[in-house]
């Protein structure tokens, strides 16, 4: 059945195959596709992914990133959860730029890092240019199996200077979460309160390939899993930062993992410049304290400004 | 310079070999001494024309001689290893390649270190050196130190090499040396621990990990060689294609079926694999399919002055025509599934 084989879907240049007869059967095809109902060209779609994915025929970055995949099976797994679930409102993706290297700082919670998912589904959908965010990851995550290998094909790299500079300088969008397990792993009560900025890392890589910070504030994310306590022995016992205890959580064991669906707003703020700095103004620990500080600041004020003009936390 | 007489290591492996051979195909050069421990087998030994073999074991004090009565000007050292040489058609254990590796090599620089006439020195090293670990950046420069050194195995011969290189350079500053780090190499024609990793049937891999591998194909690496030996510039200089392959990735290209095994398991079909000779699956090759290795090679491309014709796919799928593999799912069927399921929905629509 040579017509089936000629079907364009995702990607129109490489449905072209060696062995399809060329020719008027080709126009034919062509022709068919338009009355091709909806189904029948996602089922197409998906076979060709199918076929792509058994025969290894894919890219993948020297990060391990995988656009395929990402685009096909996680992105679409994840979305409702950003859609229905969270119900994520986007405010200000236009200080997002829509080429060239940029770092998008935010504040971290939820004990789970489900913010820097729904931050890259943000990016993904919402952006006029949809880019893919790079975020920076914990040594844990790499360290761990499935999760690790998961996280590099998702875009994700170990949050170390020589990995986000590089990303930097390729023109990537990178996404970094300074508050590490301090702010994924706060508890409750402390929430929205911006734990410390690491050491300015984040701030430095960014003087040094030149590039803008966005700072970026999330809110919704600490009310998904309220931890209220930290079971010390068992997170000792499984080598995790911590071991959370939320209202549903062990209590209700697997059900308790549902994330509670909090409304969420995620807002990207105005860019703050780095190539006005001298060249080697990375070294210089006050400017990168300072600017650290800045963004720490920036992000805080509006997390509290949207707080405010949000009722409830889970209608918004 | 160019140079004049010029002494190869591990002439009878595939890469001291081939590499001998072009040289003694290079009438610019007077002479080509290619050194083993074993013969080349009777064809490279053809192919290698006017070049002299020597057999001489470089752990033996005789490398030195060799040297000085013949003037040797450069010096290529390509014998080091991870593999067991198989061209005596015996197997070696890992005391011996060990020694092989370190030892041989400190013979060698201690004949070039008294040596009034080698000025140019070459060492085929391995981006290997860098470890295989989630704990480390995901791209090497040549400046990146590794996160942690095995106790055991060939990233430590490696390490142990290039260390023993180091100090002869400070020693021998008037010696320009030229350290060149391979990705895995690759191809068609060349035996590894890797090329019999990826032609078992089935191929185990552990489960929830997936390493990112850079290759390096067979005629890369030796014009690579090749250059550094007639004009290269000295330096550290990592050498890998463009892009990489994920492991699991890179089974499913060859159309075989991985199997992806919880670590344990894994550990019982690497020993398993050990025992029947069929591979060296060791405790490092674990680790660098879980985790791989990525060099950058932006010093290769504007110092060096080589860019690498095979990319790391390229260099993969001749290496899986060359050597023949018959794919366990054949890509036609594939297609065919593909067609046939597609043609079935066709009637319904």
């Known amino acids: 059945m040579p017509q089936a084989r000629v079907i364009p879907l995702h990607r129109p240049g490489e449905a072209t195959d060696s062995e399809l007869p060329a020719g008027p059967s080709t126009a034919v095809a062509v022709g068919d596709d ?35 995949l990402t685009d096909h099976v996680l992105l679409p797994l994840l979305r409702p959860l950003y859609r229905t679930w969270f119900r994520v409102e986007t405010i200000g993706i236009h200080h997002v730029p829509a080429d060239g290297g940029a770092l998008v700082v935010a504040n971290h919670s939820g004990t789970l890092p489900l913010d820097a998912v729904m931050t890259a589904i943000a990016v993904r959908d919402e952006h006029p240019a949809g880019r893919q965010l790079r975020m920076l990851g914990a040594d844990l995550v790499f360290r761990t199996p499935l999760l690790g290998s998961l ?166 | 310079m160019l140079p004049s007489t010029v002494l190869v290591t591990g002439a009878s492996r595939f890469i001291g070999g081939q590499l001998t051979v072009r040289l003694a195909a290079d009438p610019d050069i007077d002479r080509v001494l290619a050194v083993d421990t074993v013969p080349p087998g009777p064809e490279l030994l053809r192919r290698m024309g006017r070049a002299e073999f020597v057999r001489a074991d470089l752990r033996n004090p005789l490398i030195a001689r060799v040297i000085s009565t013949a003037k040797v000007d450069t010096v290529v050292h390509a014998s080091t290893s991870a593999n067991p040489p198989h061209a005596g058609g015996y197997r070696s254990g890992r005391s011996t390649i060990k020694e092989m ?67 002869f350079a400070r020693r021998r500053d008037d010696v320009d040396v030229t350290v060149l780090r391979f990705a895995n190499l690759i191809g068609p024609r060349l035996d590894t621990v890797l090329s019999r990793y990826f032609s078992l049937p089935v191929v185990p891999t552990v489960l929830g990990y997936d390493g990112r591998l850079q290759l390096l194909h067979e005629q890369d690496a030796l014009a690579v060689l090749e250059r550094a030996t007639r004009a290269g510039p000295p330096g550290v200089f990592n050498v890998g294609g463009d892009g ?32 029947a000779a069929l591979i060296d699956y060791a405790p490092e090759q674990t680790r660098f399919l879980n985790f791989g290795r990525v060099l950058d090679t932006t010093r290769l491309r504007t110092e060096f002055g080589y860019l690498p014709r095979w990319t790391t796919s390229q260099a993969f799928d001749d290496f899986a025509r060359g050597a023949a593999l018959r794919p366990t799912v054949d890509p036609k069927w594939i297609a065919t599934a593909e067609r046939g399921v597609l043609s079935l929905a066709g009637r319904f629509r």
């Not at chain 1, 996602?42 to 990060?63: I, M, N």
């Not at chain 2, 995901?138 to 100090?167: C, N, Q």
């Open chain 2, 101 to 167: 590796n370190v030892i041989g090599t400190m013979q060698l620089l201690a004949a070039c270190q008294r040596s009034t006439t080698v000025a140019r020195l070459i060492v085929k090293s391995t981006g290997a050196v860098y470890g295989a670990s989630p704990l480390d950046q995901a791209i090497f420069t040549e400046h990146d130190e590794p996160h942690a050194i095995p106790a055991s195995g060939y990233m430590k011969d490696a390490v142990e090499v290039e260390g023993y290189v180091r100090g």
């Open chain 1, 151 to 316: 996280a590099r094909k998702s875009g994700q790299t170990l949050a170390c200077a020589p990995d986000a500079e590089r990303l930097l300088d390729s023109g990537e969008l990178v996404g970094v979460w300074p508050e590490g397990f301090k702010g994924l792993g706060k508890r409750y009560r402390d929430r929205y309160k911006l734990q410390r900025f690491g050491r300015g890392g984040f701030v430095a890589a960014a003087l040094r390939t030149r590039t803008t910070i966005i700072p970026c504030s999330i809110v919704g994310a600490e009310e998904i899993y309220p931890m209220i306590g930290d079971i010390t022995p068992l997170a000792r016992l499984l080598r995790t930062p911590y071991f959370p205890v939320t209202p549903l959580f062990p209590l209700l064991g697997p059900l308790g993992m549902v994330p509670l669906p909090s409304k969420w707003y995620i807002e990207f703020g105005e860019p703050v410049r780095t190539d006005g700095y001298e060249p080697g103004s990375a070294d210089d620990a006050t400017l990168v304290f300072n600017l650290t500080d800045q963004i720490r600041e920036t992000i805080q004020q509006t997390l509290h400004r949207l707080l405010i003009q949000r009722r409830n936390p889970f209608l918004g």
């Open chain 1, 34 to 68: 338009q009355i091709a109902p909806q189904w029948y060209r996602e089922l197409a779609g998906l076979l060709e992914f199918a076929r792509r994915r058994c025969s290894g025929d894919y890219g993948v970055d020297p990060f391990g990133f995988d656009p395929d």
């Open chain 2, 244 to 275: 990489v392959l994920l492991v699991s990735q890179a089974i499913r290209r060859l159309g075989r079926i991985p199997v992806p095994l919880p670590g344990p398991a894994v550990a019982a079909v690497g020993w398993l694999l050990h025992s």
